[in-house]
């Protein structure tokens, strides 16, 4: 339409809903369209190429949701070559790496009742591994019934009884619908449903408390997801799996041989720590105003000590760490000994603490990719090795730590995070026991 007399043309103004993207149709300044769940603008006559955020054709008009996947539907197609996963790729291109990776092992380790050890349904707010569907998928198509699995916990929270823990499945995104399986907690309704297996070579544990359901499987798969870990230094496949699959009673059994200490001068009676104890272990003074910890009470389950933010709380004396680290290995060696075994670890987002934490810190070091393999030590072993590779990133807590007058220098990532941790025990016991050999050949898939 011409413009009226004494007015001068503006052009197009507004903007003009297209619908879906159609790679047929040239489209103009302004013309908004849908692709890939996002909505993007034009801003240029005839943009090149399809929609994307370059800020030269196009930009997001309205981007797409891209946190809790749960209740999305995801279609992926199996990537052409075997390579790891790297932060900012989307989750069906990530899906469809780990279907590539699946599809190139062997069929008999997969071909009976199989189940995805899933130990991070913490919250929505923390670093669970949403890979879980992959795997399932996969392993279905194998001859394989897989299910979700993990045994209740000895801390209050949302997993402390079977309801709650299914309701925490759900809420992140483990359902039937979405992962297509079932979960199904190891431990029964209260965490009492446990069986006694005994542990070749243990010198800390005789018979180990696990889950009966995980103990009734055929073929064990772990999915983990490695990070700092504020008792065990790191937790990963051995830790998710010991700790993971020990029943409450076995909980307590790896953590009971250490209690924690309190620094009083450095305590600020704030009583954040008060929250995470289950047991009536922390007592308040309110001459002092100081908190104190009753050893008559306390399980040394050490969830107090992540939960300080002034490093008042630490573990009571070093054998305590190495006795939880050796009690933890055997307890992994009970799961997996005489049967089938996998285990996947994505050393991605590696944040300082364990993800049972309520919050979700910031990664102390960048991301190294997907590790795996039969040998759930050599699989730790490589990722801890990985990890001491990397540069700490800026405004985490293991450069913060590093920035502290009197800081100590252990040449160790992980030690320099919570130097009152340390992983190096669990893993020589690990191969003194026979889990497997902290000796490995690593091959890099591209």
Same mark, same amino acid.
């Given at each position: 339409?011409?413009?009226?007399?004494?007015?001068?043309?503006?052009?197009?103004?507004?903007?003009?809903?297209?619908?879906?993207?159609?790679?047929?149709?040239?489209?103009?300044?302004?013309?908004?369209?849908?692709?890939?769940?996002?909505?993007?603008?034009?801003?240029?006559? $005839?943009?090149?190429?399809?929609? !994307?955020?370059?800020?030269?054709?196009?930009?997001?008009? $309205?981007?797409?949701?891209?946190?809790?996947?749960?209740?999305?539907?995801?279609?992926?197609?199996?990537?052409?070559?075997?390579?790891?996963?790297?932060?900012?790729?989307?989750?069906?291109?990530?899906?469809?790496?780990?279907?590539?990776?699946?599809?190139?092992?062997?069929?008999?380790?997969?071909? %009976?009742?199989? =189940? =995805?050890?899933?130990?991070?349904?913490?919250?929505?707010?923390?670093?669970?591994?949403?890979?879980?569907?992959?795997?399932?998928?996969?392993?279905?198509?194998?001859?394989?019934?897989?299910?979700?699995?993990?045994?209740?916990?000895?801390?209050?929270?949302? !997993?402390?009884? $079977?309801?709650?823990?299914?309701?925490?499945?759900?809420?992140?995104?483990?359902?039937?619908?979405?992962? *297509?399986?079932?979960?199904?907690?190891?431990?029964?309704?209260?965490?009492?449903?446990?069986?006694?297996?005994?542990?070749?070579?243990?010198?800390?544990?005789?018979?180990?408390?696990?889950?009966?359901?995980? +103990?009734?499987?055929?073929?064990?798969?772990? #999915?983990?997801?490695?990070? *700092?870990?504020? =008792?065990?230094?790191?937790?990963?496949?051995?830790?998710?799996?010991?700790?993971?699959?020990?029943?409450?009673?076995?909980? +307590?059994?790896?953590?009971? %041989?250490?209690?924690?200490?309190?620094?009083? /001068?450095?305590?600020?009676?704030?009583?954040?720590?008060?929250?995470?104890?289950?047991?009536?272990?922390?007592?308040?003074?309110?001459?002092?105003?100081?908190?104190?910890?009753?050893?008559?009470?306390?399980?040394?389950?050490?969830?107090?000590?992540?939960?300080?933010?002034?490093?008042?709380?630490?573990?009571?004396?070093?054998?305590?760490?190495?006795?939880?680290?050796? !009690? +933890?290995?055997?307890?992994?060696?009970?799961?997996?000994?005489?049967?089938?075994?996998?285990?996947?670890?994505?050393?991605?987002?590696?944040?300082?603490?364990?993800?049972?934490?309520?919050?979700?810190?910031?990664?102390?070091?960048?991301?190294?990719?997907?590790?795996?393999?039969?040998?759930?030590?050599?699989?730790?072993?490589?990722?801890?090795?990985?990890? #001491?590779?990397?540069?700490?990133?800026?405004?985490?807590?293991?450069?913060?730590?590093?920035?502290?007058?009197?800081?100590?220098?252990?040449?160790?990532?992980?030690?320099?995070?919570?130097?009152?941790?340390?992983?190096?025990?669990?893993?020589?016991?690990?191969?003194?026991?026979?889990?497997? /050999? !902290?000796?490995?050949?690593?091959?890099?898939?591209?």
């Amino acid at each position: 339409m011409a413009a009226p007399e004494g007015y001068n043309a503006l052009g197009k103004i507004g903007i003009s809903y297209k619908g879906d993207y159609d790679s047929n149709t040239t489209y103009e300044r302004l013309d908004a369209v849908e692709h890939n769940g996002s909505t993007y603008l034009a801003i240029k006559d $005839a943009p090149d190429g399809a929609p !994307r955020d370059d800020k030269v054709n196009w930009i997001y008009l $309205a981007k797409g949701f891209s946190g809790d996947i749960g209740d999305s539907e995801i279609a992926f197609t199996e990537a052409e070559n075997r390579e790891n996963i790297n932060t900012g790729e989307s989750v069906k291109t990530v899906f469809g790496k780990i279907k590539k990776f699946f599809a190139d092992l062997t069929a008999p380790a997969f071909a %009976q009742m199989i =189940t =995805t050890k899933e130990d991070l349904l913490a919250t929505k707010a923390t670093g669970y591994v949403p890979d879980a569907k992959a795997v399932a998928d996969v392993v279905k198509e194998l001859g394989g019934i897989p299910f979700l699995t993990d045994c209740n916990t000895l801390y209050p929270g949302s !997993r402390k009884n $079977a309801i709650e823990h299914m309701y925490c499945a759900w809420e992140n995104g483990f359902t039937p619908m979405t992962v *297509g399986c079932p979960v199904i907690i190891g431990d029964g309704l209260k965490g009492t449903d446990d069986i006694e297996v005994p542990v070749e070579g243990g010198e800390y544990v005789k018979n180990a408390k696990i889950g009966r359901a995980i +103990m009734d499987e055929d073929v064990f798969i772990s #999915l983990n997801h490695f990070k *700092g870990h504020e =008792t065990a230094g790191f937790g990963g496949a051995i830790k998710n799996i010991g700790m993971g699959c020990g029943s409450r009673a076995g909980k +307590m059994e790896q953590h009971a %041989q250490g209690k924690p200490e309190i620094d009083e /001068s450095l305590c600020r009676g704030c009583k954040r720590c008060m929250k995470e104890c289950a047991n009536d272990g922390l007592v308040y003074d309110e001459t002092t105003h100081k908190m104190h910890i009753d050893h008559n009470k306390c399980l040394g389950c050490g969830r107090c000590i992540g939960a300080c933010n002034f490093d008042a709380i630490h573990s009571g004396y070093d054998a305590a760490t190495k006795d939880f680290n050796c !009690r +933890m290995a055997e307890y992994a060696k009970a799961v997996v000994d005489g049967r089938p075994n996998f285990h996947i670890s994505l050393v991605v987002d590696v944040s300082p603490n364990c993800d049972c934490h309520c919050e979700n810190d910031a990664p102390i070091l960048p991301d190294s990719g997907m590790f795996a393999s039969f040998d759930p030590l050599a699989l730790d072993q490589a990722c801890v090795d990985a990890c #001491l590779k990397q540069t700490p990133l800026p405004n985490s807590q293991l450069t913060d730590a590093m920035a502290k007058e009197g800081f100590c220098d252990h040449h160790d990532h992980f030690e320099n995070t919570t130097p009152n941790a340390e992983y190096k025990t669990c893993l020589e016991h690990a191969e003194k026991i026979g889990i497997g /050999s !902290r000796a490995y050949e690593l091959i890099v898939m591209k």
